[in-house]
């Protein structure tokens, strides 16, 4: 009967554990910011009650976003603005964003990260 050496045991542990910890931050990520767009909708149909200010605070995500330029944040203020997407349901516009980022788009959407190249102009 062979033994595994602890250093191995340890290793596998972490890379079980350790992808499992990220896709769970980052699953959670992704349903504060399909809240945060259903809430900038339901902002946009309502004549801007709660005003953009009002969301940013009750929404961090959207302010970490911008942040890390992130596209979502971009998105979600022309929502607001009723440049895109005027006519679309709040809770359509969430499961969209959420499905969106859950399927990859995560990094560029909240973390401006693997979004093409940038122009340095």
Same mark, same amino acid.
């Given at each position: ?61 959207? !302010? /970490? ?6 596209? =979502?944040?971009?998105?979600?203020? #022309? ?6 997407? *005027? ?7 969430? !499961? /969209? ?6 399927? =990859?788009?995560?990094?560029?959407? #909240? ?6 190249? *940038?122009?340095?102009?």
């Amino acid at each position: 009967m062979k033994f595994i050496k602890p250093s191995l045991a340890f290793a596998f542990l972490l890379s079980v554990v350790v992808p499992t910890a990220q896709s769970a931050s980052i699953r959670d990520d992704c349903r504060s910011y399909a809240r945060a767009i259903k809430a900038v909708a339901e902002a946009r149909d309502n004549l801007d009650q709660p005003s953009w200010d009002e969301l940013l605070k009750l929404h961090p995500i959207l !302010k /970490e976003t911008e942040k890390k330029e992130g596209r =979502g944040y971009l998105y979600a203020s #022309l929502i607001s603005l009723r440049i895109i997407n *005027k006519n679309a349901a709040p809770t359509a516009l969430m !499961k /969209e964003s959420f499905e969106s980022c859950t399927s =990859g788009g995560f990094a560029c959407l #909240l973390y401006g990260q693997g979004c093409g190249p *940038k122009d340095d102009k």
